[in-house]
C-alpha cells in the first residue's frame, strides 16, 4: 500500500512538473510580447501569429504575466500584474533602446498593465 501512495504521489508530482514546464516553454519571447502588444494598442496591425502572445499576457501565473492571490479569497493583483508584465515586456532591449520605444511601452504599460 505504501508503494502504491508513494508511486502515485510521484506520478502526480511530475505530471505537474511537466504542465508547469510545458506552459513555461509556450512563453513568447518578450520581443515578440512588445510588438504585439503594440500592435494592439495603436501601432500596428496585430497578426495572427499575436494571439498566443496576447494570451499570455493574460494567463494567471506561473503560466503567464497575471498575478493572482488566492488565499484567503481569489483576488487578481492589478499593480503587481502591472510590474511583473513591465519587468518582462522591457527585458526585450528593443522596447526601450530608442525614446520613441520606451514611450510605446509606456502606453501599452498604461493601456494593459493593470487589465486582468
Known amino acids: 500500500m505504501r508503494l502504491r501512495t508513494s508511486f502515485a504521489a510521484l506520478s502526480l508530482a511530475l ?9 513555461q516553454a509556450q512563453a513568447p519571447d518578450p520581443c515578440t510580447l512588445y510588438l504585439c502588444m503594440a ?7 496585430p497578426t495572427g501569429s499575436c494571439a498566443s502572445a496576447i494570451a499570455y499576457w493574460h494567463i ?7 498575478i493572482w492571490t488566492y488565499y484567503p479569497v481569489v483576488k487578481f493583483w492589478p ?9 518582462y515586456m522591457n527585458s526585450c532591449s528593443g522596447a526601450t ?15 494593459w498593465g493593470r487589465v486582468e
Open 15 to 23: 505530471g505537474i512538473a511537466g504542465v508547469n514546464t510545458s506552459a
Open 39 to 45: 500592435s494592439i494598442s495603436g501601432q500596428g496591425t
Open 60 to 66: 494567471p501565473f506561473p503560466g503567464g504575466l497575471a
Open 79 to 87: 499593480d503587481q500584474s502591472h510590474d511583473y508584465r513591465k519587468q
Open 97 to 111: 533602446n530608442t525614446q520613441n520605444n520606451s514611450n510605446i511601452s509606456d502606453a501599452i504599460m498604461d493601456q
